[in-house]
């Protein structure tokens, strides 16, 4: 698909054809930057520019491991360990500028750049990885780990490179090694497709409505970012209804129309598994075949095994029992919130859900929240309330820098200062959609903190909200404000890092770890002090009414069950595709997908999951493979630090100081449990977090 429009802004939007060679001198993607922190200088760097960076980074990493692997001395953790960590900056930056391009504003050049460089980086990892002296050089170590006076930092950054050579198939005799490296380089490619149909099957079935009169129940501003979506995608008349990334389209909790409802449900649910060339039951099927074959070779029962034996969850059965037990209570919770709604209407199918759901709440609720979005304007939610929760707690402060250049228009720049007024790193605020962003909401790193580097972090926020008319304000539904706090959660793990090694920054730690202190800074989207500074209505200033704000609270406080079913739904599917083995034949992957929910006790034609197999983008397309039950795995301890800052106190800048001295600024260079526990004094518990969900049943209750 041609990408047309704001999807090829940018500075550094020049479509060269891939291959060209840049100009003489140093490659721009890997040129010395003067700007704060090494920010890269997105304006001197074209499309053309990327693949000779990174055959030059590869290369020149290659020499340094080649260096490191044959010298004669003695290995020791300086000239060793160490000496990994600290080889390779070449390519961390240029996979710190392209990667983080690709997410949020990709284009078909960056796209074929990405398709080639995800098998060759690949090959150049199980090059390094499958290294015989090298990894005699790490095994030699790793024997002594016992008797070497390392650090804690040091035992585990050891631990760590050892596991990682013998996960690629280190120390397997030549025939598996040969096919582990098939089987990477193979996933690198399929993975990549897989994102990459996502995204092209995603803007292609955007649902066109003539009418505007089919649009009752949407906003002005939402009738308007319509019609603008019709006008960019080259059509001459009618509004155009973009899909969002999970199943369910937020859109339909406000259409009143029912046929508009089932057309923009069945356009999400049927992505990517319409016969046409962005199809991708293929690709799962493949992924997933793949996937058991390398954990087979490396002694795993499979893919999920192999995936949860370096987390902090002790295994697959403990995970599936969680998200079972958790299923069964959500189903129940879910019955009972749809017995409640009117069918008066007609019967309800899963495109009227939402719809019937928080028609069903305003009407019960004593303060409807039709209002509450009005005080909740982008930029002052930013200013006076996600950066302000930041500035008491951990005494952070975000300087404008718009002289910095960033990689689109849309794109904000903050340099960010600690109490001493020393710079700490920056932050990039990329907050619209484009057809050229993936969906969803993400953080990413483009400079990885290390003290030992002297390297601050460069960190950025990706969201896709649907951005206003010129002169009109953005304002945020309770879902947008969360998501908001919840990604500048995982911005604060990256940039209150404090950690020597790069690969232990931020948020490097387990997978169903990373989600907790995101999770965590979510709690003060609505705490009173946080709200009382931001929610001014955007026209008139006055501060939003206190009835108002505390039946926002209790919006939260009774979240919808059928948002848990949603999730839990993804999450038992993802462990099931990932506990094939490669004894087991999947052929349907509708099929699969239908057999493993009914076998839960979920309803999937009813309540689909919040993604289905063909655009679950997380785990055939990201890194939360056998991992999406990450979210809720995390919860439990985020659920229990909730109480903990509450019992603290709240908002308060010693509480603040103890959570980033915990967690915040360790990474992955402590346990991180074993964190968790000293800051809340024991092991957490999950009542909490079955309270927060309303899924903690009282006895006889019906």
Not at 643 to 650: I, S
């Amino acid at each position: 698909m041609t990408v047309t429009g704001t999807s090829q802004q940018g500075r550094s939007s020049q479509h060269d054809p891939v291959g060209n060679e840049p100009p003489t001198g140093v490659n721009p993607v890997l040129a010395h930057s003067d700007l704060p922190h090494g920010l890269p200088d997105f304006g001197a760097i074209s499309d053309a520019d990327f693949l000779p960076a990174f055959e030059t980074a590869m290369a020149d990493h290659l020499a340094e491991v080649d260096a490191i692997a044959s010298n004669p001395d003695t290995p020791t953790f300086a000239n060793t360990i160490a000496a990994l960590e600290f080889s390779g900056r070449s390519l961390a930056r240029a996979s710190g500028v392209f990667f983080n391009l690709v997410g949020p504003d990709t284009n078909p050049t960056r796209n074929e750049i990405a398709q080639q460089l995800s098998t060759r980086l690949t090959d150049h990892g199980n090059e390094i990885a499958l290294d015989p002296r090298l990894f005699a050089r790490i095994s030699e170590l790793y024997a002594q780990i016992e008797t070497l006076d390392l650090t804690e930092p040091q035992r585990r950054l050891l631990a760590r490179r050892y596991r990682d050579a013998v996960r690629s198939g280190a120390g397997r005799q030549s025939p598996d090694q040969d096919e582990m490296r098939t089987i990477s380089s193979r996933l690198a490619y399929l993975t990549t497709a897989f994102s990459q149909r996502i995204l092209d099957d995603t803007n292609a079935s955007a649902v066109l409505v003539e009418s505007v009169a089919e649009l009752d129940g949407l906003s002005a501003g939402e009738i308007a970012a319509a019609r603008r979506a019709a006008i960019d995608a080259g059509h001459g008349s009618g509004h155009l209804l973009t899909l969002e990334l999970p199943t369910s389209q937020s859109v339909l909790t406000s259409l009143s129309d029912p046929a508009v409802r089932r057309r923009i449900f069945d356009a999400s649910v049927r992505r990517c598994s319409r016969g046409n060339d962005f199809d991708t039951r293929e690709l799962v099927l493949e992924i997933v075949t793949l996937r058991a074959r390398r954990a087979h070779l490396l002694g795993y029962r499979d893919h999920a095994e192999y995936v949860i034996a370096e987390e902090t969850a002790p295994g697959p059965a403990a995970v599936e029992t969680l998200l079972r037990e958790l299923a069964a209570s959500a189903t129940r919770a879910a019955e009972r919130e749809i017995a409640q709604l009117d069918t008066s209407d007609g019967p309800i199918g899963p495109a009227d859900l939402t719809y019937r759901l928080v028609r069903e709440r305003r009407s019960q609720a004593a303060v409807p929240l039709d209002d509450f979005a009005d005080y909740c304007e982008l930029d002052t939610v930013i200013e006076n309330g996600v950066f302000h929760a930041a500035k008491v707690l951990y005494g952070l402060r975000f300087t404008p820098r718009p002289d910095l250049p960033a990689y689109h228009p849309d794109v904000r720049v903050w340099e960010v200062f600690d109490e001493s007024d020393t710079s700490i790193g920056l932050f990039l605020g990329d907050y619209y959609a484009r057809p050229s962003k993936r969906g969803g909401a993400w953080m990413n790193n483009i400079v990885d903190q290390s003290a030992v580097l002297g390297d601050r972090p460069i960190v950025v926020n990706v969201l896709n909200l649907t951005e206003p008319d010129a002169g009109e304000p953005c304002l945020l539904t309770m879902d947008q404000l969360t998501t908001l706090f919840h990604e500048f959660g995982h911005a604060l793990h990256g940039l209150l890092s404090a950690v020597d090694y790069p690969s232990q920054s931020g948020t490097s730690v387990p997978r169903d770890f990373v989600e907790f202190p995101s999770q965590v800074n979510e709690m003060w989207a609505l705490h009173p002090d946080v709200l009382a500074n931001y929610a001014r209505h955007h026209r008139t200033g006055t501060a939003i009414p206190a009835e108002l704000a505390e039946a926002a609270r209790e919006s939260v406080r009774t979240e919808s069950a059928h948002s848990t079913v949603e999730y839990l739904a993804a999450a038992i599917l993802d462990l099931a595709w990932h506990r094939v083995t490669v004894d087991d034949t999947v052929t349907d992957v509708e099929a699969f997908e239908a057999r493993v929910l009914t076998d839960a006790g979920l309803d999937p034609e009813l309540i689909p999951p919040r993604y289905r197999s063909a655009y679950f983008n997380h785990v055939f397309g990201g890194g939360y493979s056998a991992g999406y039950y990450s979210y809720i795995w995390s919860e439990v301890l985020d659920a229990e630090t909730e109480q903990w800052f509450l019992a603290e106190g709240g908002l308060r800048r010693e509480s603040g100081s103890r959570f980033a001295a915990s967690t915040l600024s360790r990474g992955d260079s402590v346990d991180p449990l074993v964190a968790h526990q000293g800051l809340i004094g024991r092991t957490a518990r999950i009542e909490p977090l079955l309270l927060r969900r309303g899924l903690l049943e009282v006895p006889g209750s019906a």
